[in-house]
């Protein structure tokens, strides 16, 4: 997958120092994967806000998956592209790649575009696929409008829906080529959303639709999501699939998984972690002697934009000279109500995945606690991890998994 970066969003969240007696230093995790901010005018058009080729056959973070009937159809990325494969589904079924914590703003025009292939000439049988947008990630079936390729009836054509609820609009418009683009753009001060095969705007646009983003959805932050959708179809690779989608222009807010640097002192033996990109500028530029900087650790969320996230509190001790990071209620409880003249709580370090709602890519987060040097060791590395589980359990006592973070 390829990311064009044009500037980031500054975290001024702080994740505290991470203090321990050993002295291994866990292994570092190359950031390879940075979502992107454009600032939303229509004059950037030539610098692309978000791009994915799909080329490298593997579903990243930017992304999420929903199928209303996965056992029947699924989107799979393959092939260096993203298809849509199904294997008759009884009823209408839909599944899609929905945009994963990162959202466009409304306040801005945006305008986005996906290549196409569909093949498959059908009787009864019906399929589809394209782009949509919705207000939803959770349900983008019921609040949506949506762009694609499609055949029914022996009829190859394009395809729209504007869903709220219960109340649908669609059309179709006969289709000569089974490869193509699709276009949907919005401008934002006529709160009106345009979908085309040949570009953004009034101008070239197959379909407006107004009072849709600002009027029956409020305004908030707009998904899109990439799929489709069968009914009785089955659906085999290479016959329905999207690839090379492209934010041209857009504002793209709550992006944001950052990278989490870790510091190294060997002056006092201690690691320290940020997600502040001005503490780790102080570091590196005013404290170098004190602290060196040893890359990314792992990547985490400075905001909740990600529902199946947990903040990680963090707190510290003038006792043990240490921070202590956890996102488990009971603990936080415990330290706040048992505990306010050892431990002093510092907010919200972060936001991670707590055991069991991690997604596939994530990675875990192993905790350890050394009695004799009254602190707890966070690390991403599994070779660390078990050089540390062979020590007796007075040094280092494995406490399992923290919580899951991003590599």
Same mark, same amino acid.
């Given at each position: 997958?390829?990311?064009?970066?044009?500037?980031?969003?500054?975290?001024?969240?702080?994740?505290?120092?991470?203090?321990?007696?050993?002295?291994?230093?866990?292994?570092?995790?190359?950031?390879?994967?940075?979502?992107?901010?454009?600032?939303?005018?229509?004059?950037?058009?030539?610098e692309i806000a978000l791009r994915d080729s799909f080329d490298d056959n593997s579903r990243a973070w930017l992304w999420k998956e929903y199928s209303e009937d996965p056992n029947n159809i699924f989107v799979k990325e393959t092939n260096r592209r993203l298809e849509l494969r199904a294997s008759e589904p009884p009823f209408e079924a839909f599944a899609a790649y929905?945009?994963?914590?990162?959202?466009?703003?409304?306040?801005?025009?945006?305008?986005?575009?996906?290549?196409?292939?569909?093949?498959?000439?059908?009787?009864?049988? @019906?399929?589809?696929?394209?782009?949509?947008?919705? %207000?939803?990630?959770q349900n983008p079936r019921y609040r949506r409008l949506e762009f694609g390729a499609g055949c029914v009836n022996r009829f190859p054509s394009f395809s729209y829906e504007r869903v709220d609820g219960y109340a649908t609009l669609s059309g179709y418009s006969e289709r000569?080529?089974?490869?193509?683009?699709?276009?949907?753009?919005?401008?934002?001060?006529?709160?009106?959303?345009?979908?085309?095969?040949?570009?953004?705007?009034?101008?070239?646009a197959w379909g407006?639709?107004?009072?849709?983003?600002?009027?029956?959805?409020?305004?908030? %932050?707009i998904f899109i999501y990439l799929g489709g959708r069968s009914t009785g179809l089955a659906i085999g690779s290479g016959r329905a699939y999207l690839d090379n989608v492209v934010v041209t222009y857009g504002k793209i807010i709550e992006a944001s998984l950052k990278p989490v640097y870790r510091f190294w002192s060997p002056i006092n033996q201690a690691h320290y972690y940020t997600i502040s990109e001005t503490e780790k500028t102080?570091?590196?530029? @005013?404290?170098?002697?004190?602290?060196?900087?040893?890359?990314?650790?792992?990547?985490?969320?400075?905001?909740?934009?990600?529902?199946?996230?947990?903040?990680?509190?963090?707190?510290?001790?003038?006792?043990?000279?240490?921070?202590?990071?956890?996102?488990?209620?009971? @603990?936080?409880?415990?330290?706040?109500?048992?505990?306010?003249?050892?431990?002093?709580?510092?907010?919200?370090?972060?936001?991670?995945? %707590?055991?069991?709602?991690?997604?596939?890519?994530?990675? %875990?987060?192993?905790?350890?606690?050394?009695?004799?040097?009254?602190?707890?060791?966070?690390?991403?590395? @599994?070779s660390e991890a078990e050089k540390l589980r062979a020590l007796p359990n007075d040094v280092w006592f494995d406490e399992g998994i923290g919580w899951y973070a991003v590599p």
């Open positions: 997958m390829r990311i064009m970066i044009r500037n980031t969003f500054v975290c001024v969240l702080v994740v505290g120092g991470i203090l321990a007696a050993s002295r291994f230093c866990p292994d570092v995790h190359a950031d390879e994967t940075t979502i992107v901010v454009s600032d939303g005018t229509m004059s950037s058009q030539n929905v945009a994963n914590t990162w959202r466009l703003d409304p306040r801005y025009d945006f305008g986005m575009r996906v290549d196409f292939h569909y093949d498959l000439l059908t009787v009864e049988e @019906e399929g589809w696929i394209g782009i949509g947008v919705t %207000p939803s990630d000569w080529v089974n490869d193509g683009t699709l276009y949907i753009s919005y401008d934002s001060q006529l709160d009106a959303l345009y979908v085309s095969t040949w570009g953004y705007g009034l101008d070239a407006a639709y107004r009072d849709l983003v600002r009027g029956t959805w409020g305004g908030g %932050p102080t570091l590196v530029n @005013e404290h170098r002697k004190e602290w060196t900087l040893q890359g990314t650790a792992f990547r985490a969320f400075p905001d909740n934009s990600d529902p199946n996230c947990l903040p990680v509190h963090r707190f510290w001790s003038d006792e043990t000279m240490s921070h202590f990071y956890t996102l488990k209620e009971r @603990e936080i409880t415990k330290l706040l109500e048992q505990y306010p003249d050892v431990w002093t709580h510092q907010g919200i370090a972060f936001y991670a995945y %707590p055991v069991g709602k991690q997604p596939a890519w994530a990675i %875990p987060v192993y905790r350890f606690w050394s009695q004799s040097a009254g602190a707890h060791f966070f690390t991403t590395s @599994e």
